[in-house]
């Protein structure tokens, strides 16, 4: 590669692993200070945002200096390694992206049940089953020799010290595509499917009754299919940059390892990475309460405030209290005046003293 396409190959590669890195960051920040957020649908949100800063800490930079240097300096242990914590975290973002799918379809088809339904042990126990499905597709098969052509451990004969592959046998090819990509996916487009019915019809029902009163606030439900419409994109996004790829895995496990190399299997291999990225994007462009929860955190950054400014929902609370209290006294009659004493401001409400 001459030296200018390689600055600026390595340049987009810089800020696509920086986006993922400050995009998920913000994700888990924005989940953890702010309560709005914090819900089960959310927890998995933040296994997923977890999964993808991992991605971009322990697997993007070696990608990148592969990419860039096209030979693999480190080591086969190192590189066997690297390609299980790929294999493992892409399984594992796949999967959390199923689970977010059964969630809202729980949510939306049986809403009076969803908290019998979706329970925090339930969240827990899925978000566990995640984890232990994604290692046992990444490190146990490559460590045993399962994804290669023989009995051997992939990248430890002598040739292979400069480069670093993941290995595809038929046989691992076809169970690991089906398992963690292709099976997922038709269930999600199905469960999808059916959200959209469902909301459909409920939006037609509710604007239908609210649409006589123009300043009232948007009902629970209409919130509940914006959020579904959200991570349908999100869904929508995965298909688009992971679906090359996995087509090309399941080529190359059914047709042989050298069959795709070079320019192609870069292309499909960061156009599934830039998911990672997109995820944080796509929250804070469509989701109202992610993108307040993200004005806030970067707000707070810029002027350098204290942590306690970073909780939008408290001060909102205290500020709606407020009003409330305020809105109330002047429905029941009650004259408000502001005075000011000895330099300090006073209230007066009935003749009383409030300070």
Request: a positive charge; hydrophobic letters at 45%; one cysteine or more.
């Amino acid at each position: 590669m001459d030296l200018p396409l390689q600055l600026l190959v390595g340049s987009c590669l810089a800020i696509l692993i920086m986006i993922t890195l400050c995009g998920n960051i913000i994700v888990c920040l924005a989940v953890t200070l702010d309560r709005r957020l914090r819900s089960l649908t959310n927890c998995i949100i933040v296994s997923l945002a977890i999964t993808d800063l991992l991605l971009g800490l322990l697997v993007l930079p070696f990608s990148a200096f592969y990419e860039l240097a096209k030979e693999w300096p480190f080591g086969s242990t190192l590189c066997n390694i690297y390609t299980s914590l790929d294999v493992m975290l892409c399984t594992a973002s796949i999967l959390n992206l199923f689970m977010i799918s059964l969630d809202r379809y729980f949510a939306v088809t049986t809403p009076l049940r969803y908290g019998q339904l979706v329970t925090s042990s339930r969240v827990a126990v899925g978000l566990v089953v995640i984890w232990t499905v994604s290692l046992m597709v990444s490190f146990l098969p490559i460590y045993l020799g399962w994804n290669t052509n023989g009995t051997a451990v992939q990248n430890t004969a002598p040739s292979c010290n400069k480069e670093c592959m993941l290995e595809v046998n038929p046989v691992y090819g076809l169970v690991d595509a089906l398992l963690t990509f292709y099976i997922p996916l038709v269930i999600m487009c199905i469960t999808y499917y059916q959200i959209f019915k469902i909301a459909r019809e409920q939006a037609k029902r509710i604007n239908h009754t609210w649409c006589g009163s123009s300043n009232a606030p948007m009902p629970p439900m209409v919130k509940e299919h914006k959020a579904t419409v959200t991570l349908a994109v999100v869904l929508g996004a995965f298909i688009v940059c992971w679906f090359p790829y996995f087509t090309v895995f399941t080529y190359r496990g059914v047709w042989g390892n050298s069959k795709v190399k070079g320019t192609p299997m870069s292309i499909v291999l960061w156009l599934g990475y830039a998911n990672s990225a997109l995820n944080p994007i796509l929250y804070g462009t469509l989701n109202r309460d992610f993108r307040e929860a993200y004005q806030h955190l970067l707000r707070c950054w810029r002027t350098g405030g204290p942590r306690s400014s970073c909780l939008p929902c408290l001060q909102k609370a205290q500020s709606r209290g407020r009003s409330c209290r305020q809105d109330q006294g002047r429905q029941e009659g009650k004259p408000l005046k502001l005075e000011t004493r000895n330099g300090k401001e006073t209230l007066l409400i009935d003749g009383a003293l409030k300070r």
